[in-house]
């Protein structure tokens, strides 16, 4: 129990010291931090529910766009700010600023979860290959509808304030806002998926028509699992839009093959199913995609739908599926019927 | 908003326009319905959902544009990219699909992304990422006053697909290769217990999927256009095509595909050009919705 | 006494093969009822009928004099009119404890109870039933791992957690070892008795069935053939030509 308690608290000082101690990579962290809450968003369903989703990244865009529209709604008329891509003088007090970024967030959030339902009530009683087809064609018309839509800029995008006050503290801060909902999201999810909640989405993944045959509100316990894992996608989304200032809907907010599938990559890098998988897979992706991606000159796309196939046909169970095969005692996994010694009657 | 209703309007007020529409969307239908008929094949003989369908389409277009760009006949793309395509779906199958056959069907999809993510940005890399098309130097047909326009070069494309899907009816019923492919497609199990190697057959189909696929593009690339990243739009309408159909049901994908061309034809008359994906999508999203509510009631969910 | 269940005239052909043709039975509260047939008689077809796994050509079917022909599965469940099945599924991944959890009554939670942790009452209750059906010593275990006659237990178990009223159990002693027969015997008879669950049995064991059940009913060639009590049916010539194979 001591160990762990080191363990955590080491973890927690890091995550707080980290973006002084690497000034250099305060960015670089954030985006950490990001991949972290989109793997273990992406492991709700597609680990912990067997509900695999190819459109998750819908949600990121859709939060990206909500929080950038609040912000310029509460001050100016959208359609006339988008109108004058950068023409027009459009000035926004730092309470203005802060005040669109609180609410942006919590807006974003609470849409993307609308959506879910909605499109979930629709693509839920689609069963596997189905499903992940369904939400990859969602997320790729989403994109292309947001680009023909002038209102929110069409295929320019949104250009939002800049941060008020030294660029270097807003980066800190964003660094912070994602961290933030990472260790939210992350001790949400480790009491999630201790209750009973837990145990019926796991149930789902591994026989929905039994669990259905006895009584299971399936379809409820669905929609319930994808509203909280885009709420959680969504206040992301929001937080990036006002990190990356200008964002167009192809490129960086719907960007379907770029971190719509790294958080698919990362979940199954780390060992989807399990909580600690998405968050070991999002670190070693980044750093592994850090390091090589500039050198690949071009071909690291093609590198990337390479680790892709590679790490399904050839790495099922991820990092931490493999290490529960090595070290099963550090898991505390049931014991197979034959490795027990069992006095007991048949 | 009042675009797209003045497009509307158009379709009523000149009757003959729905007739061109409808023409035009049949024969770029047939070519749809050309790969939707090859990923029935591999879902229903080895379950393999394949994602990248449309990545294999587009890359044997590209194998007919580049030898159209040097110099040999364009037709005669055809043929070639029917025979590469095998080789290079034969590759796949022996290299990563063999592998995850056995799995659960999220891995087979996953992996199949991950090669149509290789497979388009590889064709980018080598060919750069602008439309690209073949001019076959045909000459167009005029009907009714010249409103319905047909380029000999579409009706050749239709006759080539109709020519290339019989070959294959004709190959699936009569040959023996063929014999085993549905044999395996019924019950792998007793397949193997009958001596059929069952490894082969489905390399063989993925290879003759590929095959069909590539021909297909090198039609496409005839009577249409073609970009290194269009491949996902045709796995979607190939998907749009078979979950309408069913598996195993030919005249069903023929008739699906061609609706399918005809619709999207009608979408982008009235939405504009740019919402290409989006209506696919949007005629997956209604045809999968059909299918659920169909299924809900027989008491069943869409598998 | 009144009737739990209801079949009322029910059809259902599959393609070109019947596989029910106009069956009328009911099954009385609280009662265990059998229903016996050979191969291939339509046992199964008319449970899965019941329970909602696949739609009826005609007739109808009561719950509680509620029509549930048309409802698919999981309204049937929530009811409390359960099944388990020939080929057995419980979640292998997880313990016996944790099958037994997941099975608690979702229909008498609401939703807020989902985000509850089970207290040391579930959990007393699922080690009770796993004592019930003898798993107790293998609670702990994979469940996948377990035997089949074992899977077959716990699935019984996992169904008695659910606190359904009706029960349909299709072949329960299939596949289980002869010497535990007996003893699954006197489980489904104290499941009835104390538990008030009305059972409906497939069963291809006469013994265990002339011995179990209040009344029987007996399917041939996808009609019902005869009923009765177990000594009715027993000394019935058409039932023991059906067996026999004689028409």
Not at chain 3, 211 to 220: G, K, R, S, T
Request: proline share 3%; aromatic share 12%; glycine share 12%.
């Amino acid at each position: 129990m001591a160990k762990r308690a080191v363990f955590y608290l080491a973890l927690i000082v890091f995550m707080l010291a980290a973006p002084f101690v690497f000034p250099v990579f305060k960015t670089q962290l954030a985006t950490v931090w990001l991949m972290i809450i989109v793997a273990l968003t992406w492991d709700m369903t597609g680990g912990q529910m067997g509900y695999n989703s190819l459109g998750n990244i819908t949600f990121y865009g859709t939060g990206m766009y909500v929080a950038a529209v609040v912000t310029i709604a509460l001050v100016y008329d959208v359609g006339e700010y988008t109108g004058s891509s950068g023409g027009g003088i459009y000035e926004f007090t730092d309470g203005q600023y802060f005040a669109g970024m609180f609410l942006g967030m919590l807006v974003a959030g609470l849409f993307c979860s609308l959506i879910a339902i909605v499109i979930g009530y629709i693509t839920f009683g689609l069963r596997g290959p189905y499903f992940a087809i369904g939400t990859l064609g969602v997320a790729i018309a989403a994109g292309e509808l947001v680009s023909n839509w002038e209102w929110v800029g069409g295929g320019q995008g949104i250009a939002l304030p800049v941060y008020p006050g030294d660029l270097e503290d807003g980066k800190v801060l964003f660094y912070f806002l994602f961290a933030g909902t990472g260790v939210v999201l992350f001790l949400f999810l480790k009491w999630l998926y201790t209750t009973r909640f837990g145990a019926a989405i796991n149930a789902i993944r591994d026989d929905e028509e039994k669990a259905e045959a006895m009584g299971i509100h399936t379809l409820q316990y669905k929609l319930a699992t994808w509203a909280m894992a885009a709420f959680f996608v969504g206040i992301a989304g929001a937080i990036s839009a006002f990190q990356l200032i200008h964002f167009e809907p192809l490129e960086s907010a719907y960007q379907t093959i770029n971190l719509g599938i790294f958080m698919v990559v990362c979940a199954l890098l780390g060992g989807k199913g399990t909580l600690w998988g998405p968050v070991v897979g999002a670190i070693l992706f980044h750093v592994f995609k850090e390091v090589t991606w500039n050198y690949l000159l071009g071909w690291q796309w093609v590198a990337l739908g390479a680790l892709i196939v590679a790490t399904v046909v050839y790495f099922e169970g991820g990092v931490v599926g493999w290490l529960m095969e090595r070290k099963p005692h550090w898991f505390n996994l049931p014991a197979k019927a034959d490795e027990a010694t069992g006095e007991d009657q048949p | 908003m009042e675009q797209f209703a003045s497009n509307f309007g158009l379709l009523l007020q000149f009757p003959v326009v729905n007739l061109k529409i409808v023409i035009d969307g049949v024969m770029i239908g047939a070519l749809f319905a050309l790969s939707a008929y090859g990923l029935a094949l591999v879902w229903g003989v080895m379950n393999v959902k394949n994602l990248a369908q449309g990545d294999f389409v587009i890359a044997g277009g590209y194998v007919c544009w580049w030898l159209s760009q040097k110099g040999l006949p364009a037709l005669l793309g055809v043929p070639i990219a029917f025979l590469v395509m095998a080789g290079i779906g034969w590759v796949v199958y022996k290299v990563v699909i063999c592998r995850v056959i056995d799995r659960d069907l999220f891995t087979t999809l996953l992996a199949t992304f991950g090669l149509a993510i290789i497979m388009a940005q590889m064709l980018n890399l080598m060919f750069g990422s602008d439309t690209q098309s073949v001019d076959l130097g045909y000459e167009t047909l005029y009907f009714m006053d010249g409103f319905i326009d047909v380029p000999i070069a579409k009706l050749l494309g239709v006759l080539m697909a109709a020519a290339l899907a019989i070959g294959v009816v004709l190959f699936m019923k009569y040959s023996r290769m063929g014999q085993a492919i549905r044999a395996t497609a019924q019950d792998v199990r007793a397949a193997r217990v009958l001596g059929i190697n069952t490894d082969k057959v489905y390399a063989f189909t993925f290879s003759l999927n590929a095959a069909i696929c590539g021909a297909a593009g090198a039609i496409i690339v005839m009577v249409w256009v073609i970009q290194p990243f269009y491949g996902i739009t045709h796995s979607v309408r190939a998907f749009v095509i078979v979950t309408a159909a069913g598996l195993g049901n030919l005249p069903g994908v023929i008739a699906a595909g061609l609706g399918i061309g005809a619709l999207e034809q009608y979408g982008a008359h009235i939405f504009g050009i740019g919402y290409q994906q989006a209506i696919a999508v949007l005629l997956l999203l209604l045809v999968l919705v059909f299918r659920l509510l169909q299924q809900r009631r027989v008491r069943q969910s869409l598998q | 006494m009144s009737a739990i269940i209801e079949v009322d005239n029910v059809s259902k052909s599959f393609g070109g093969v019947v596989a029910n043709t106009g069956i009328s039975l009911s099954v009385e509260r609280g009662t265990i009822t059998g229903l016996i047939g050979p191969n291939g008689s339509g046992k199964t077809t008319l449970f899965n009928s019941i329970v909602g796994y696949h739609p009826i050509d005609s007739g109808s079917i009561f719950f509680e004099g509620r029509e549930i022909s048309t409802l698919p599965v999981q309204k049937i469940a929530r009811l409390g009119l359960l099944r388990t099945f020939q080929q057995t599924r419980i979640y292998g991944q997880m313990t016996g404890v944790d099958n037994m959890l997941i099975s608690l009554p979702h229909r008498k939670m609401g939703f807020a109870d989902a985000f509850g942790r089970n207290g040391p009452e579930e959990y007393e209750r699922a080690e009770a039933l796993l004592e019930f059906v003898g798993l107790y010593q293998k609670r702990f275990l994979r469940a996948g791992s377990l035997s089949f006659g074992q899977q077959k237990l716990l699935e019984f178990a996992m169904a008695l957690m659910n606190e359904p009223t009706s029960l349909l159990l299709d072949e329960p002693t299939a596949g289980i070892n002869p010497t535990l027969i007996n003893g699954l015997i006197d489980r489904l008879q104290r499941a009835n008795a104390e538990f008030g669950i009305t059972l409906f049995v497939i069963e291809h064991n006469m013994r265990v069935i002339m011995n179990m059940a209040d009344h029987i009913y007996c399917l041939a060639h996808g009609q019902l053939l005869a009923q009765g009590s177990p000594a009715d049916i027993q000394s019935d010539q058409r039932v023991i030509d059906a067996y026999l194979g004689a028409h």
